[in-house]
């Protein structure tokens, strides 16, 4: 049994899968994942799959992305704009850090690496600090780019919207 002053401290995690993933199965592991209580932050990293061809002579043009597709995590539904090729993780403790492992080798069909770290600022760095002010909301530190917008880059599942 780990000592309660472990249990308090919350873990990060990272799930770096060996392929990028498909939106059907991005959408099963999100969904497998949010249903774990005690996971406090989801952040999915990947290569961006764009709308329509930024430069070059069919600039404008629209680009069919088969992976840019809508999925549904809980309640919520996006867009997702990227191949996910990356998750991190903030969870409550070390048990909810297994219950997490178990739902990857449930969903994922091919080998994951599955480490523990610092994935995720835990404190307002001096560009949080001018983009959001000192009352900024500590659950998106370190979630986006800081020269994207909040509304355009994040979807909040199970809670208020951020704006």
Known sequence: ??????????????????????????????????????????????????????????????????????IKIGESVFELEIEIGRIRLEVENRSVKEEVRKACEKVLPFPFEFREGFFLHSRPTVTDYAKHGPDADKSILGMIDVKSKIKDAMCVVGSESVE
């Open 1 to 70: 049994m780990e000592p309660s002053s472990e249990k308090s401290k919350s873990v990060q995690v990272e799930i770096f899968p060996q392929r990028l993933l498909f939106p059907n199965t991005a959408q099963k592991l999100l969904n497998e994942i949010n249903d774990i209580k005690g996971v406090k932050r989801i952040l999915i990293q990947g290569p961006h799959l764009p709308s329509v061809v930024s430069f070059g002579p069919g600039t404008g043009s629209p680009i069919d992305q088969k992976g840019r597709q809508l």
